[in-house]
Nanobody
Framework: QVQLVESGGGSVQAGGSLRLSCAASGYAGCSYDMSWYRQAPGKEREFVSS??RYADSVKGRFTFSQDEGKKTVYLQMNSLKPEDTAMYYC????????????????WGQGTQVTVSS
C-alpha cells in the first residue's frame, strides 16, 4: 500500500491562509492521482478538491496543485472561514504505471485545520 503523509495544517484567524501538502511514496516509476477531503466533528467526510474540480463551498478560495512527477499534491487555502475548520485528508484513488491505471482507496492520517472568527 502506498504511504500518504499530510502536513501544513494549523490554527489561523478568519481570512488567513494555509497550504496543505500530501506526499505519496512507493511504486517507483509510477505516478498517482490524489484528492482532498475534510471532516468536521459530527459530520460526514466531504469532498473538497481534485485536479479537475472543487466543492462549491471552496471555489475561488482553494487551489489544487501537484508536482510534475505526481507524487505530491497541495491545497492552497485562502480567505479561510470558520466553516472550513475540519480534519483534512488526502486520498489516493488511482495509480499509473506506464499506461496502466490501478484504482485504489488509500487515505492519509489527516491534518487539522482550525479557523477562528
Amino acid at each position: 500500500q502506498v504511504q500518504l503523509v499530510e502536513s501544513g495544517g494549523g490554527s489561523v484567524q478568519a481570512g488567513g491562509s494555509l497550504r496543505l501538502s500530501c506526499a505519496a511514496s512507493g511504486y517507483a516509476g509510477c505516478s498517482y492521482d490524489m484528492s482532498w477531503y475534510r471532516q468536521a466533528p459530527g459530520k460526514e467526510r466531504e469532498f473538497v478538491s481534485s485536479s479537475t474540480r472543487y466543492a462549491d463551498s471552496v471555489k475561488g478560495r482553494f487551489t489544487f496543485s501537484q508536482d510534475e512527477g505526481k507524487k505530491t499534491v497541495y491545497l492552497q487555502m485562502n480567505s479561510l472561514k470558520p466553516e472550513d475548520t475540519a480534519m483534512y485528508y488526502c486520498q489516493l484513488y488511482r495509480r499509473w504505471c506506464g499506461d496502466i491505471p490501478s484504482y485504489m482507496d488509500n487515505w492519509g492520517q489527516g491534518t487539522q485545520v482550525t479557523v477562528s472568527s
